[in-house]
């Protein structure tokens, strides 16, 4: 894989992955889908919320990586979370 690809997240391989945990927060619903990258998974989902009537998206991807799917998935529960009560609806910009 060469370094763009890695840093930019081409592959495809998230758009592919089944969500491993979802949850309703504040009116958005948080999608969990960890991406793996040699054997480690890292914090990877997408923030969905409908504002005046349009469903709005928000890639949620951090740079924290994780021995165990599960715990990545948790991990980015929390973190999209927190992006929420940070940031309010001007996450979806």
Request: aromatic share 8%.
């Amino acid at each position: 894989m060469s370094f763009f690809r890695s840093l930019f997240g081409g592959g495809g391989k998230a758009a592919e992955q089944k969500p491993l945990a979802e949850e309703t927060y504040k009116d958005c619903h948080i999608t969990a889908t960890p991406s793996e990258n040699n054997g480690h998974f890292q914090i990877a989902g997408l923030i969905v919320k409908e504002i005046d009537g349009e469903r709005r998206e928000h890639k949620l991807l951090r740079a924290d990586y994780f021995p165990d799917k599960a715990q990545a998935a948790e991990a980015t529960i929390r973190k999209a979370k927190q992006a929420i009560d940070q940031l309010g609806d001007t996450l979806f910009r």
